[in-house]
């Protein structure tokens, strides 16, 4: 398999070839193929968020305000010394950064939150989502924390804003709707939810041309707990649905799932009123949720949900500790990725193709663990904490074996026959001489 992970110390990205049983922690075990570093450019330009758009190009979102769109090559890697017989077949990638644009985020709108805010360091503006908007190749989407969304150009393998908006910061996700099919030859409008610390989930449309935004509908927080105080608001992550009405219709009911800081799950239905239908509390209350991913249900492109109900879903939670959770819907626990294993921080949880789930955080390794039973796949340090991975491919390499090593493998299984035919003989003249002390 080959993956692409984001690394924050250098800020840059490393490509990892290797199949699975590969573990680097253990030395007997299969090693990576290749691990090599490209478009390095230091920790204040990190890669906070990377999306393969098409297969030979890669968009991605820097810390310091730029979002580069890199073509991507294959050429034959180099020779590590070894017979060419022995080697491993396969090329390695080459990353060209071909279009940027810079000056996409803005500190200033976060400096008058911060004195209400919980968190304690001074905040900076960084990029929450970046996704190519549905059925329209040639613009892409991003979102910054302090609330700005940018539309960009693509044409000709080239970047450029060609419009910004603003919205109420701060946010810590924005998510496009694509559940229903868009026709190429119709222009519609795009509708996405955003939201934050003290920033109750809205949803919004942009104009077919991008050029207008308008929030359409807002969440209302639950009711205050048993003490009457208030409960927090601080949604961190939300999927949407399918709504029950079908693709056919035209009104704006949208069904989604969101889970806050506090880990409780909240399912909404904009037909039925702004208060969740349902909220469950997953997490202790001394964990925060960070992340959410559903993983037994078919996924739109952008990693929404194809299903008209939550009632048989399984999904993923992390949190702000080392834990990935696997959860069913009603909520009942069914267990842990990784349980023992990660030590630091998830800064990144993804389910590709509903088989593997991919996860990186502050242990500085990458893991890709089968979704349903989850075991670990493939295992591999990277040596820098990393926050974004991508599968470019699945495929398994053909390692060549020596033919001294068939040799003695086939010696080997010989030796086993003829010891273990030895063995029988044996008890069996054992058992035939304990037979005549008896008797006799």
């Not at 049983?21 to 990576?32: E, G, H, I, L, R």
């Not at 503006?125 to 040639?138: E, K």
């Amino acid at each position: 398999m080959r993956l692409l992970v984001a690394c924050d110390d250098s800020g840059s990205i490393k490509e990892v070839v290797c199949n699975r049983k590969t573990d680097t922690s253990v030395q007997t075990a299969p090693q990576p193929f290749h691990i090599g570093v490209h478009l390095s450019e230091g920790l204040d330009s990190r890669v906070e968020k990377m999306e393969q758009i098409f297969d030979n190009r890669l968009l991605i979102a820097r810390a310091n305000g730029v979002v580069q769109l890199v073509e991507i090559s294959l050429v034959p890697r180099p020779s590590d010394g070894q017979s060419s017989e022995l080697e491993p077949k396969f090329d390695v990638m080459d990353l060209k950064v071909v279009s940027s644009v810079q000056g996409l985020l803005d500190d200033v709108p976060l400096q008058d939150l911060h004195k209400k805010s919980k968190k304690r360091s001074t905040p900076r503006d960084g990029f929450v989502a970046m996704q190519l908007i549905p059925g329209c190749s040639n613009r892409v989407f991003c979102a910054t924390k302090s609330g700005r969304i940018h539309i960009l150009s693509l044409k000709n393998s080239t970047l450029n804003i060609y419009k910004s908006h603003s919205v109420k910061a701060p946010l810590e996700f924005a998510q496009i709707y694509d559940n229903k099919a868009i026709k190429p030859q119709k222009k519609a409008s795009t509708t996405f939810a955003f939201g934050g610390e003290e920033n109750l989930v809205k949803l919004a449309k942009l104009s077919a041309d991008f050029k207008k935004l308008e929030n359409f509908w807002e969440a209302k927080n639950v009711s205050n707990d048993r003490l009457d105080l208030k409960v927090p608001i601080w949604p961190m992550r939300l999927k949407f649905l399918n709504t029950p009405s079908g693709d056919n219709s035209d009104t704006d009911d949208y069904h989604f799932l969101a889970i806050n800081r506090l880990g409780h799950l909240r399912e909404y239905r904009t037909s039925t009123g702004r208060k969740p239908k349902s909220s469950y509390a997953l997490l202790s209350k001394n964990e925060a949720a960070t992340g959410l991913q559903v993983f037994n249900a078919d996924l739109t492109p952008l990693g929404n949900v194809k299903a008209d109900t939550v009632d048989d879903l399984k999904i993923v939670i992390t949190d702000s500790k080392r834990n990935v959770f696997a959860f069913d819907s009603f909520p009942r626990a069914i267990g842990k990725y990784g349980a023992g294993d990660i030590t630091g921080a998830a800064t990144f949880v993804n389910v590709v193709n509903n088989k593997l789930l991919l996860q990186c955080g502050l242990d500085r390794y990458v893991r890709a663990f089968d979704v349903e039973s989850r075991s670990v796949l493939c295992k591999i340090y990277v040596g820098a904490k990393a926050s974004s991975v991508l599968l470019i491919d699945d495929k398994e390499i053909d390692v060549p074996q020596p033919e001294s090593s068939n040799k003695k493998r086939k010696a080997t299984e010989k030796n086993s026959e003829a010891e273990a035919l030895e063995n029988e003989e044996l008890w069996s003249t054992l058992e035939g001489s304990a037979k005549k002390v008896k008797t006799g």
